[in-house]
């Protein structure tokens, strides 16, 4: 057999091994939301029910905490964006030796334990009189998501052809007009991806949001509170509920990227 033929196949068994260990735990929890058993397992099966559905609707505190967990992802996103796209706009202009420095300064929160994120904020707002809460937990998220943001806006950034701001700024264009209609546009999609990223690192961080929380707890930390005192299928219904959504929205997004490509094909 030739090599080429080898690497073929090894590659697709690969794949095929990839996905199974991605999505096989993800189906085990929708399959144990089905499970009429009172424990969150697959096995035994004790006859298919609905009614872990309905449990998750009653839980009110489950929802409150969804929702903290929701408004603090959205603050994050307005506070974590614009410092991140910030940061990298000042970066991609900064040369010499300090560029390594203000790069190195600007990732540490991002390299530093979430743990020690969340006591330092604690201790550090405390002082100025600032107790946790939803407010203080966004600060704690943003102080290391907003490095994400910054590290793909740069990544972008350093693709971008320099003469076309030059060449604006020669034919009379302001900083804010070549900003707004050129440098943004082609930051878009970074942007776009830096705050779905910036979403969902907020959404499901854990140990940073356990130290500044205060008493408005978020949805990672009521499922680990949950953990300890009794986990039900009703936590599965609502993972399962969170995937389909997440899947109808990423559908939904390729089916509109596609559309927007063969528009772009069909105008040329």
Partial sequence: MRSDVIMKYGIRFYIGVFFLYLFTPLIVMGLATFNDSRFPTVSPWKGGTLKWFE??????AMWVALGN?????VGVLVVAVP????CALFLSTVEGKGKTFLYSLMMSPLLTPGVIVGISTLIFWRGMSVSGGIALTVIAQTTFIAAYVMLMVLARLQRFDRTLENAALSLGATQWQTFRRI???YLKPAIFSAAAIA?????????????VKGYDTTLTVYIASKVRTGLTPAVNA???????ITVVLAVVYEMKRRSEQKSKREAL
């Fill in 83 to 86: 410092i991140g796209v910030s």
């Fill in 199 to 211: 979403f969902l690192q907020s959404f499901e961080n854990y140990n940073t949001t356990l130290f």
């Fill in 238 to 244: 609502l993972g399962l509920v969170l995937i389909a």
């Fill in 183 to 185: 440098l943004l546009p």
């Fill in 55 to 60: 449990a998750l609707a009653q839980d009110g």
């Fill in 69 to 73: 967990s929701v408004i603090v992802a």
